[in-house]
């Protein structure tokens, strides 16, 4: 249990404290400026996520530094990052933010992904994560923040940016996914001959 591996075993306990103030029952306090207001629970898990999710980048780039690359770090890291965006999305859709189809899509990709992934390992093969996947990533991560503040600042110019993010970031996961699928077609081979 290296120091990488650490920080990805925090971004996983993480998870459900972020879901604790998203969906604890408890009224809080909201700030209101003009049309615009939020909870200090969404405030305090936006902030954790923003936490979380920074530490994505970091436990990998450690682990590349330092030389600690290990069989474990590599099933956990693919697995925090899924449980993270999985678990938030999912209390979205339960605080009605985000539509359901659109979480759907997303964590169907993810898993589907992960499936091939796990077949490339069997067969010796490791799948680079790709620009697109990057952008993947990001984009959704971009969406979540957006519909954790409530669209804030965009709200005030009454442009819908945690939505447009939202069908964005379904978009180049599907994409992304699909780019997976077609760039490692020869991972998965349904001759006769593999039966």
Do not use: C
Not at 62 to 87: C, E, Q, S
Not at 160 to 173: C, G
């Amino acid at each position: 249990m290296n120091l990488a591996n650490r920080i990805t075993v925090a971004r996983i306990l993480l998870v459900p404290i972020i879901m604790f103030f998203l969906l604890i029952k408890v009224k809080f306090p909201h700030i209101r400026i003009e049309e615009f207001s939020i909870t200090y629970n969404q405030i305090i898990a936006a902030l954790i996520f923003i936490i979380a999710a920074s530490t994505d980048s970091l436990d990998g780039y450690i682990a590349r530094k330092r030389n600690l690359v290990t069989n474990l770090g590599k099933l956990l890291d693919p697995l925090a990052d899924k449980l993270l965006v999985t678990a938030v999305l999912v209390s979205l859709v339960e605080m009605d933010k985000v539509d359901a189809w659109i979480v759907i899509v997303i964590i169907s990709r993810e898993w589907a992904v992960t499936g091939l992934r796990q077949i490339a390992l069997l067969e010796g093969t490791v799948m680079a994560a790709s620009n697109w996947g990057k952008a993947k990533t990001a984009a959704q991560i971009t969406a979540i923040i957006a519909l954790l503040i409530n669209n804030f600042p965009f709200t005030f110019v009454h442009f819908p940016f945690d939505v447009v993010a939202s069908w964005a970031a379904a978009i180049i996961t599907v994409y992304s996914g699909i780019e997976y699928f077609v760039k490692n077609k020869h991972v998965i081979d349904f001759s006769e001959k593999s039966q």
